[in-house]
């Protein structure tokens, strides 16, 4: 989920570019006094009138209450670095864009857990990895440029355990939640703050008004503060964001990996963003303990994790929330997004979402010019009380095809539907349920990837495949799928059934990659080093003969519940059900539906040894779509 390359840290430069000096009544605005600065408002809008040039910066060291992980007889303290307008030296008092992170520190080469394991699920050493990486989706510090000219401060948070912070990192547990909501009680005057000598300091430029905003982990900690419900977080913008982190490293039971990181794990990610002084010596054994209670050989829920899931915290959240996610992203899966925003709108929170083509990715990066119109209308109205206007567009934003944005009344689509769709004779998938349908029988290997065992044609060994006639019309699906299959296993020790739902269809698909078009854009005050401008991109794309659109996993012996592990009878059948990832996607006419079941999938689960045999019955198996638009054959 990470964005490991360390932000450049802010700067007070030498020269200053586009001094906005305001004296006496700015429109829109009604000030204390002809001396006291204050925001200028047009069209609904706040305008970029205070210098970037010129802004403050400083840097203020928040007392952690109630928090010492690193158990050093003293609470935890997270470094805040500020910058806000000169003009709050003078009577201007302004909200907080906020952006907590474990990353802006370099981060450390770290081994990731083997996932080749034995009979037994014990881990085979000699396949051990590194799990360095590069940044995933690094913010450019636009909103600096962009925000601070029109009237707000900037707040970057380092996680405990990170950088100049003290305490443990810990993964997500409720240590790290702490550290940026104690900065939110610093500016609402609710905790102690010092500069690097050591004296008080307070936040009396502050309205006390908080939005959070990050990609990755760093959209992670705004869903972990908001189930909180801290006064004075206002809004939330959680993108490619983690809700539950069992679902980021389990999946039903099953240990899983984030895609592109096999065998990475919570104590891999902790040891990674150890980057304060001293911090082996410090933090060794609360890491010691991650790795012991995190249990990658059951794959078991437990206490360990439910402090770690947000999702328990829902109805706590004061906040509003704009929600952000890559239906390609394989890193952060959509599940995350998907079942806090069922679960925010159960609880009729204000919400908004986006959802792109992209992978695990920055909206700015992807959709520049609209991104910062919708997100300044949004700080705009859930920070400085504007009627921007925001609140009355539609609920959901969707890339339906690359490059082709839909605006919806809300997300699922409205007027979706759960169709059924049943396996039968000679591989195929339709409608009516096949009761004479045979059993058929797949051998589980660990070798060759889920894309491969896709590409094969016909019979295959090592999978079962089944797909729909070509389609006669366009079919588009919105939500989340679920699939139930009748399955007996014997001969071998891999206990996962993975379900992968194709496309089949020659065509030009998102590939994960962003393209320069070649123009220019500048959104906001430059300064050395920092133009305030970005090169406008577009989603790259590749014409490919299918598409895995979502897959969904189970590790079978928690067929009953996530908690609890139940052994199979060798040669029993049972019935299973799952669910896959969320997704919104569209099957064109002409093109074929397809569903295949697999054991290990290479890429994600942990690797058994071979031989396992899984025998379906079909007529008693079924797949489950959202289904929104067109007709099924």
Aim: neutral net charge.
């Amino acid at each position: 989920m990470h964005s490991r390359k360390a932000r450049r840290r802010l700067a007070v430069p030498l020269a200053a570019l586009l001094v906005a000096t305001l004296t006496g009544t700015v429109t829109g605005t009604t000030p204390a006094s002809a001396d006291t600065p204050a925001i200028k408002i047009e069209n609904n809008a706040t305008q970029p009138v205070f210098s970037r040039a010129d802004a403050i910066q400083q840097t203020v060291f928040v007392e952690v209450k109630g928090t010492d992980s690193d158990n050093d007889g003293k609470p935890d303290r997270v470094a805040v670095d500020i910058l806000r307008p000169k003009e709050t030296d003078h009577g201007l008092k302004v909200p907080v864009i906020m952006e907590a992170s474990p990353y802006y520190a370099p981060g450390n080469d770290v081994a990731n857990h083997p996932v080749d394991v034995d009979e037994h699920g014990n881990p085979l050493p000699a396949l051990t990895a590194l799990s360095a990486r590069q940044d995933a989706g690094p913010f450019d510090g636009y909103y600096d440029n962009y925000f601070l000219p029109r009237g707000y401060a900037i707040a970057l948070v380092e996680n405990v355990g990170s950088a100049r912070a003290t305490g443990c990192p810990t993964s997500g547990d409720r240590n790290e939640t702490a550290g940026p909501k104690a900065a939110i009680d610093w500016l609402n005057g609710r905790a102690k703050g010092f500069d690097a000598a050591g004296n008080p300091v307070d936040a009396t430029w502050s309205t006390g008004k908080v939005g959070m905003i990050g990609v990755s982990y760093n959209g992670t900690l705004p869903n972990a503060v908001a189930a909180t419900g801290v006064e004075g977080l206002k809004t939330i913008v959680p993108i490619a964001a983690i809700s539950s982190w069992y679902d980021y490293y389990r999946a039903n039971g099953g240990v899983l990996a984030p895609g592109g990181f096999q065998g990475e794990d919570l104590d891999v990610l902790a040891k990674y963003v150890l980057t304060r002084e001293n911090g082996q010596e410090a933090c060794g054994a609360v890491i010691d303990d991650i790795a012991a209670e995190q249990d990658r050989i059951t794959g078991d829920y437990s206490a360990f994790w439910d402090v770690r899931n947000y999702m328990n915290g829902v109805r706590k959240v004061k906040a509003s929330v704009f929600v952000v996610h890559g239906l390609n992203d394989w890193n952060v899966k959509t599940k995350q997004f998907a079942q806090w925003w069922y679960a925010l709108a159960k609880q009729k929170v204000p919400r908004k979402i986006w959802l792109h083509q992209g992978t695990h990715m920055n909206p700015f990066s992807l959709r520049t010019v609209e991104w910062l119109r919708q997100l300044h209308g949004w700080f705009d109205y859930w920070l400085h009380g504007i009627d921007t206007g925001i609140m009355r567009e539609p609920q959901a934003d969707v890339e339906a095809a690359a490059g082709q944005w839909e605006q919806h009344r809300s997300w699922p689509l409205p007027g979706t539907v759960t169709v059924p769709l049943h396996p039968g004779p000679g591989s195929s998938l339709g409608l009516l349920p096949r009761p004479r349908a045979a059993k058929e029988t797949f051998t589980d290997q660990k070798t060759r990837t889920a894309e491969q065992l896709v590409e094969a044609t016909g019979q295959d060994p090592n999978r079962l495949a089944y797909t729909t006639p070509t389609l006669p019309t366009d079919v588009r699906i919105s939500g989340t799928p679920t699939v139930k299959v009748r399955a007996s296993f014997k001969d071998g020790a891999s206990p996962y059934l993975t379900a992968l739902l194709v496309d089949y269809g020659t065509d030009t698909r998102p590939n994960g990659s962003l393209l320069s078009t070649g123009e220019n854009y500048c959104y906001g005050q430059g300064v050395p080093g920092d133009t305030g401008c970005t090169v406008l991109r577009t989603l790259g794309t590749s014409v490919t003969p299918y598409k895995i659109v979502t897959r969904g996993w189970l590790d079978t012996r928690n067929r009953h519940r996530p908690d609890r592990t139940d052994t199979l009878r060798p040669g029993k059948d049972y019935d299973f059900t799952w669910d896959f990832q969320p997704t919104d996607y569209t099957f064109k006419k002409g093109h074929r539906l397809g569903l295949v079941v697999i054991s290990t999938d290479y890429d994600y689960t942990l690797r058994y040894p071979v031989g396992t045999k899984i025998t379906i019955a079909p007529s008693h198996s079924k797949l489950n779509l959202p289904i929104t638009l067109g007709r099924l054959p």
